[in-house]
Structures are given as structure tokens and as C-alpha cells.
């Protein structure tokens, strides 16, 4: 079973940066997920892909423990996030762009 390891992004609900530091290892699912048809729940027999995600402070501890414990895994690494200057009296200028 193959993991995966990167730094999760921000999320759409929230302007910060809060939970972006840490670094992630999730294992990849080898089944497709599927509805129960009494309660309609989704789930897969891969517990492992559905319910395990193990945090990291650094993107080195990460890697060490899946060598460690001897699981395949992927680095993804993360964009960089790109800061564009920007300034309020822009809106009035005569020619924008």
C-alpha cells in the first residue's frame, strides 16, 4: 500500500494559514468507496485509506517514519504561495489593466 506525503493547503472557509505547517502521511486507497444500500453511508473495506492520517512537524520525520515502518510512499511537494502587491487607490486608477 502506497502513502502519500505533503502539506495540506488551506482550506476554503478560513483566510488563514493555520493548519498548513504540519506535514501529512495518508495512505492511498486501493478500493473505490461505496453506498451502503440499507443506510446509504459511504464507506470501503480500506480502513487504513479512510480513517488513518498521521501528522508531521517536519517534512524529514515524515519520510524516516515510512521508511522506518517500511511503506511505499510519494513526497508532494507543496506550491509555493505567491504574494502579489496590492493597493486599494488601484481601483480608481484612470487605466487599468
Do not use: C
Not at 505533503?6 to 473505490?32: C, D, I, N
Not at 480513517?51 to 517500511?70: H, M, S, V, W
Not at 510512499?73 to 496590492?86: C, G, I, L, T, W
Request: no cysteine.
Amino acid at each position: 500500500m502506497t502513502a502519500r506525503i505533503f502539506r495540506p493547503s488551506k482550506t476554503a472557509m478560513q483566510s488563514g494559514r493555520a493548519k498548513t505547517h504540519q506535514w501529512v502521511l495518508e495512505y492511498e486507497a486501493r478500493s473505490r468507496k461505496v453506498a451502503d444500500p440499507l443506510m446509504g453511508w459511504t464507506g470501503s473495506s480500506d480502513m487504513k485509506a479512510d480513517q488513518l492520517r498521521l501528522k508531521f512537524d517536519t517534512r524529514e520525520a515524515a519520510i524516516e517514519y515510512a521508511e522506518r515502518n517500511g511503506i511505499d510512499y510519494r513526497v508532494e511537494d507543496m506550491h509555493e504561495r505567491r504574494v502579489r502587491p496590492k493597493s486599494y487607490a488601484d481601483n480608481f486608477r484612470w487605466q487599468r489593466p
